[in-house]
């Protein structure tokens, strides 16, 4: 694997300037920039998690390089089976490892794959629910598709009894649409006091503004 960093670069624009007026080593250095630019690129695919919806997953990156993530799926209904957990980690960590977590506490890893990611957890179905809905390939690497890449920052859990959207961050500009305690929202921007978030059930989604004091960050695992 190649690793280009910022004096290399340097070095290779600085070639490229001084061969401009003769053509072999002019297209000799243009083809070690092109080079050097297409494996930087294919380096940050391959390692990069991005944030958004997987299947079954959704993930949060922040500015900062924190993972959060939520694992859903339901089968059945009235209620069915429902497994469901979360997940925190660095993205900028060599091993990519992560913490996962529902009435308690599993380890795991998470890689970037070109059209999706890959969740490792060692005794996943082991979480609450997860028994006869998670497949057994968690327990040594779950390829996830990716639906869509999204912009989300962080998510939230809401904790008012009703939580309602706004069209603008005023709490003059209520939306009927609301979302209650215990949902998972993701979030887009925050100006002060309020999150722009999205909630996304299904194929649907929901966007607004939402007053921050409604929700929490989505807590880290207790050890137990």
């Known amino acids: 694997m190649v690793t280009t960093t910022s004096e290399s670069l340097a070095l290779i624009k600085s070639m490229v300037a ?18 050097l630019t297409a494996a930087a690129v294919a380096q940050g695919t391959e390692t990069g998690v991005s944030s958004g919806r997987f299947e079954g997953l959704t993930l949060a990156v922040s500015g900062n390089g924190r993972l959060v993530g939520e694992y859903l799926e339901v089968q059945g209904a009235n209620p069915g089976k429902k497994c469901q957990f979360f997940l925190t980690g660095d993205v900028n960590s060599s091993d990519h490892s992560l913490v996962s977590w529902s009435s308690h ?24 629910g997860c028994g006869l809905v998670l497949p057994p390939e968690i327990s040594e690497g779950l390829f996830l598709s990716l639906i869509k890449i999204e912009p989300w920052i962080a ?61 929490r960050d989505v807590a880290s695992p207790t050890p137990r």
């Open 18 to 35: 001084s061969s401009f007026h003769h053509s072999s080593r002019w297209r000799t250095a243009a083809s070690v920039w092109l080079w």
């Open 155 to 215: 998510l939230r859990t809401v904790t008012a009894k009703r939580a309602y959207f706004h069209n603008q961050p005023d709490r003059k500009d209520r939306q009927r649409a609301y979302v209650v305690a215990g949902d998972t929202l993701q979030v887009r921007a925050q100006q002060q006091d309020w999150l722009q978030v999205d909630f996304v059930k299904g194929a649907r989604k929901h966007t607004g503004w939402m007053l921050a004091a409604d929700s």
């Open 105 to 128: 506490s599993l380890p795991g890893k998470i890689t970037a794959e070109p059209k999706g990611v890959v969740l490792k957890i060692p005794k996943g179905r082991t979480h609450d």
